[in-house]
């Protein structure tokens, strides 16, 4: 990336700066080049993965989450 895009990027506002983040990190998901897992978030991941098959019905749907995080950036 040159310094110059990145400095574009750190010029705009909170919000769009996360949208921004949003948009390159599924990008790299669907380009299913996703960045390697340390042992500590490996161990973290099966950690929720074992609450879950606990507790399936502890959560919520991302749909409604993310419909939540969007209405607070509003």
Same mark, same amino acid.
């Given at each position: $990336?040159? !310094?110059? %895009?990145? +400095? *574009? !990027?750190?010029? %705009?506002?909170?919000?769009? @700066?996360?949208?921004? $983040?949003? *948009?390159?990190? =599924?990008?790299?998901?669907?380009? #299913?080049?996703?960045?390697?897992?340390? =042992? !500590? +978030?490996? #161990?973290?991941? =099966? !950690? @929720?993965?074992? =609450? %879950?098959?606990?507790? &399936?019905?502890?959560?919520? &749907?991302?749909?409604?989450?993310?419909?939540?995080?969007?209405?607070?950036? @509003?």
């Amino acid at each position: $990336m040159s !310094a110059s %895009l990145a +400095q *574009q !990027a750190l010029l %705009l506002p909170p919000s769009e @700066r996360l949208h921004l $983040m949003e *948009q390159l990190w =599924d990008s790299l998901a669907l380009e #299913g080049s996703a960045p390697e897992l340390t =042992d !500590a +978030q490996r #161990g973290e991941l =099966d !950690a @929720r993965l074992e =609450d %879950l098959a606990r507790n &399936p019905d502890a959560g919520r &749907p991302w749909h409604e989450v993310r419909a939540d995080l969007e209405a607070r950036r @509003r």
